[in-house]
């Protein structure tokens, strides 16, 4: 076996992470709102309120994850809503055999594995509208997994290139008729602006690039009426907007949001009822909110206390209610943190 690298210090990118997780699988394998939340979700713990200042203290729900010795650390990403309340979340950095795809009752408090597999690292997660299927990106191989809501009968959707190069898949939207808006993170691990915006159609048959030339694509949302795409560069730590045409091609596009985020970057998006932003943060234990218009109107805060927690990558709003619940990890393990949106949970509420 490959000797393992030490683990990431506070300040290594995503991009150190993912490289990580590309080798070892090679080596391996060659008090909100609640109203229509899914389930019946209950406030887990104390109610997490904004301060004048704009911070808003997130209170801790649970511990899902432990760093792993095979890995050295843990990642977890993409927290997705199953229309039965269930809260679907992965662990990029899950060596072979240990879970990679979990489920947590927030009502509970309970988490159990729904899938693993021998080479998979998976940095989101995603139900689809069109056949309710749980859709993964295999950011190591390039490729879209999918799985039956219990974790069984895994397919791959999507392999191979798309205009000549293999995707780094990272996050993903859908449209409102299934199709898949897919951030291609190609570049990271160089720092080369090669990440791009693919478009799958929903039978897996058709990948078009819709933008290029992209600073490690990360985090991918519609807005709130589906007209354009939000999506986060993470070497260039900014936000930018993809108008779309009736098509679902790309009409416009510009630089909407710099963020100021220091040692951190840029990472997963999810976006309320209102539209605003919730962008998350590798490198830091914060999510940052911004309205449409860019201007940033809160930062969501883990307590001081917390320590060994690094990055607060991806959040998901409970459908009809403002419980939101973020995905936080470092080197002392990976946690499910709570607090109260801003607005409504929906489809685009789930950050990739």
Known sequence: MRRLPPRPRAARAKAGLLAIAFAFTFAIAGCGT??????????PGATATATTTGTIRAQKVMQLTRTHEETGMTLLEGPAFHPDGGLFVVD??????????????????????????????????????????????????????????????????FAGEVDGARMNPDDIAFDEKGHLYVSDSRGLSEGAAH?????????????????????????ISFDEAYRGLWISELTENRISYLRLDEGGEV???????????????????AVDADGNLYQGLHGRPAIVVYDRHGERLATVEVPARAEGLESATNVAITPGGTKAYMTVSGPGGGYLYTFDALGKGTRQSNGG
């Open 92 to 157: 990029v950095i899950a060596p072979p055999g240990k879970p990679k795809v979990l489920r947590v009752d927030v009502r509970r408090k309970t988490v159990r594995p729904v899938h693993t597999d021998g080479r998979g690292a998976y940095t989101s997660a995603q139900f689809s509208p069109y056949d309710g299927r749980l859709y993964l990106t295999d950011y190591a191989h390039g490729e879209i997994v999918s799985l039956a809501p219990d974790g069984g009968d895994p397919r791959t959707f």
């Open 195 to 219: 990440g791009r915006v693919v478009r799958i159609d929903r039978e897996g048959g058709k990948a078009t690039v819709l933008a290029d030339g992209l600073a490690a694509t990360n985090g």
């Open 34 to 43: 609640e109203s229509g939340a899914p389930g019946g979700l209950p406030t």
């Open 251 to 269: 009409a416009s596009r510009h630089t909407a949001i710099r963020v100021d985020g220091g040692i951190a970057q840029t990472d997963s998006i």
